[in-house]
Nanobody
Framework: QVQLVESGGGLVQAGGSLRLSCAAS????????MGWFRQAPGKEREFVAA????????YYSDSVKGRFTISRDNAEKTVYLQMNGLKPEDTAVYYC?????????????????WGQGIQVTVSS
């Protein structure tokens, strides 16, 4: 049974940093694609960042490019999201997503496995 468990969220002041982690379990090999999405109150879930298995291909939404960095540790089957220069508009529930068969993508439909979500709140 596949599980994705996020950690590292919390409350931070604007301009601060947080590092999210997401550990995958239930499969022998690391996922082909891993990504982060977020959903703010009253808004649709949106793409944040994604990374392929080798880590050589990464994608970012325009809103986080230059501030957030996605990385992964295949030995630990874990993906990270380093968030710097946080803004109040980054406040949302952040979801980890993974898939073992599909290539990396910014589309939520690519990912068949999702974490439970973790709250990130940025105060002004």
């Amino acid at each position: 049974q596949v599980q994705l468990v996020e950690s590292g969220g919390g409350l931070v002041q604007a301009g601060g940093s947080l590092r999210l982690s997401c550990a995958a379990s239930g499969r022998t090999f690391s996922p082909a694609a891993m990504g982060w999405f977020r959903q703010a109150p009253g808004k649709e879930r949106e793409f944040v960042a994604a990374i392929n298995r080798s880590g050589l291909r990464t994608y970012y939404s325009d809103s986080v490019k230059g501030r957030f960095t996605i990385s992964r540790d295949n030995a630990e089957k874990t993906v990270y999201l380093q968030m710097n220069g946080l803004k109040p508009e980054d406040t949302a529930v952040y979801y980890c997503a993974a898939d073992w068969d599909q290539g990396v993508s910014a589309s939520s439909t690519t990912y068949n496995y999702w974490g439970q979500g973790i709250q990130v709140t940025v105060s002004s």
